[in-house]
């Protein structure tokens, strides 16, 4: 796989009350990505930038919702997710993550 590929896989992580729940009792990941990548590509992106050994992805596609902007109906998005089970005993801090990649 291209290593300029999977340095855009992952888009943002999800912050939210459910990916720190997943977080903390099964540790899990949750980050939104591209919406035509892979499974594996996936897993390769989150080996290669966060120097973790993933056990399993699991991706789900949420369609955007119809929303009224005004008098326009318009559409968002349709944004895709990966849940990222890192190995047992593997952890994966995303603020030390961020310090590590300002300094490069």
Do not use: C
Request: zero cysteines.
């Amino acid at each position: 796989m291209n290593q300029e590929r999977l340095m855009k896989v992952i888009l943002a992580p999800v912050v939210s009350e459910k990916s720190n729940l997943l977080a903390e009792k099964h540790n899990q990941m949750t980050f939104k990505v591209l919406r035509d990548a892979t499974k594996q590509e996936i897993k390769a992106a989150v080996e290669l930038l966060f120097g973790v050994q993933v056990a399993s992805v699991t991706t789900v596609t949420t369609k955007g919702k119809t929303k009224r902007f005004g008098r326009n109906m318009g559409r968002r998005s349709d944004v895709k997710k990966a849940y990222v089970s890192l190995v047992e005993g593997q952890e994966l801090n995303l603020e030390s993550a961020a310090a590590s990649a300002d300094k490069e």
